[in-house]
């Protein structure tokens, strides 16, 4: 019923609209080059076989470098038997259109790929230089960082799934050098009738604090947990479905939980770098053989007594604690991380081959435009304009 004197329209769908007309979409058969890893201790690939035999299924083409899934226990065979194509010259993947590659390029791999090509990859912002997005832009690449690509919740899915091995992968190590009788005390992380649990303290409640938990708790140990949002906090007791020991980070109270502790996982991220919030004086404290693992190093670490260690040599003995320092975590277990990674980008790679190419696919989805910090060589981002005092332009106002 109308009410009269009442327009059931508003004044601004009674104004002349202009007609926007459907985009329709032209499917494109996307070729991929995937070279090998060079980047120091990086053992991933970004697609597993059976992403190929997937993407090779619709008709788009994927030339591998040999050798560059081994690391990941992924054999040439086996892609070859998937449909790519392998070869020994690196030049000719690098000549790809569009490049898939975990660590970002080096200097030396921008000099020799083709203009206008398409690269997917991290971006690893804090190691990054302006000289490094203007060589790119010199190119007119168009970039896509899996670091910024959004799922359509809104989160970020690559982040979080590597964050989830991180948080899981730093309880295992810890409990492999707390058996350790050369380097720990010879004790089973966990809960044995008769004998005390584990003491772990947890240094943030994101996706890594999230996960560390879990494993921890799962393994009946006893967990702290201390970051100074109490949203994340809450969220983190509501996640576990349990009431685990939540603080605020003060001196006091986490010098207590530190001297009882048996683990501390480091897990905290800053804007710029990790926030400092174990002082060496708080680690003096700490029980002999105790177990630092600092997941945070990649962004400077928030033990003060940290220092970057390698997979190969991956601790190192301070104030009587074995501190753990090793950045890119995920590396070490290559396989589950190169299957996380290949599951997030296989659906956004068929979806650009449906949607046309990339051009059709950033416009029509939101999560992949986000992703995008390089346009045909401007850069579109930004926090990466701020960064490097760059110019950049909004993606929204090009696409369109």
């Known amino acids: 019923m109308i009410v009269m004197g009442m ?22 058969k996307l070729f991929i080059g995937i070279p090998k890893e060079t980047s120091y201790q990086e053992r991933r690939i970004c697609l597993t076989p059976d992403a190929v035999n997937s993407l090779t299924s619709h008709g788009h083409r994927v030339m591998i470098e040999s050798g560059a899934g081994l690391s990941s226990s992924y054999s040439d065979k086996e892609y070859s038997d998937a449909g790519a194509e392998i070869t020994l010259d690196t030049k000719k993947v690098m000549g790809c259109p569009m490049l898939l590659k975990v660590e970002p390029l080096t200097v030396a791999e921008i000099e020799i790929i083709q203009p206008e090509t398409i690269v997917i990859s991290a971006i690893q912002l804090k190691t990054r230089t302006k000289d490094y997005f203007e060589l790119l832009a010199k190119k007119k690449i168009t970039a896509l960082a899996f670091e910024y690509i959004k799922d359509e919740d809104g989160s970020y ?30 004790l089973l992380f966990g809960n044995i009738t008769g004998v005390a649990p584990t003491e772990v303290v947890i240094l943030g409640a994101g996706t890594v604090g999230e996960f560390a ?38 001196p006091k109270s986490l010098l207590k939980a530190l ?35 600092d997941v945070s190093i990649d962004t400077g670490g928030c033990f003060e007594t940290s220092e970057v ?16 320092c090793v950045p890119n975590i995920p590396s070490r277990y290559s396989k589950s991380a190169s299957l996380s990674i290949s599951n997030i980008l296989t659906p956004f790679l068929l979806q650009i081959g449906d949607d ?45």
Request: aromatic fraction near 6%; hydrophobic fraction near 40%; charge should be positive.
């Open 7 to 28: 327009s059931p329209f508003t004044k601004q769908e009674l104004l002349p609209q202009e007609e926007k007309l459907e985009i329709s979409k032209h499917e494109s």
């Open 157 to 186: 899915p690559a982040v979080k799934c590597l964050s989830e091995i991180a948080g899981t992968a730093s309880i295992l190590i810890a409990a492999e050098f707390m058996s350790s009788n050369q380097f720990g005390k010879g």
């Open 213 to 250: 938990a879990k494993t921890a708790i799962g393994l009946g140990a006893n967990v702290k947990v201390f970051d100074n949002s109490i949203t994340k906090l809450r969220r983190l007791q509501n996640t576990l479905n349990q009431r685990i020991f939540t603080s605020t980070i003060q």
């Open 259 to 293: 001297r009882r502790c048996d683990v501390a996982i480091g897990a905290m991220r800053g804007k710029d770098r990790s926030p400092v919030v174990v002082t060496e004086t708080m680690v003096e404290h700490m029980k002999k053989g105790a177990v630092i693992v």
């Open 309 to 324: 260690t390698t997979h190969e040599k991956p601790i190192f003995i301070k104030n009587n604690v074995i501190h753990y």
């Open 356 to 400: 046309g190419g990339i051009e059709s696919a950033i416009r029509f989805n939101k999560g992949l435009r986000n992703g995008v910090y390089l346009y045909h060589g401007i850069l579109t981002n930004n926090a990466i304009g701020e960064w490097f005092n760059l110019p950049n332009s909004d993606i929204n106002l090009i696409v369109f």
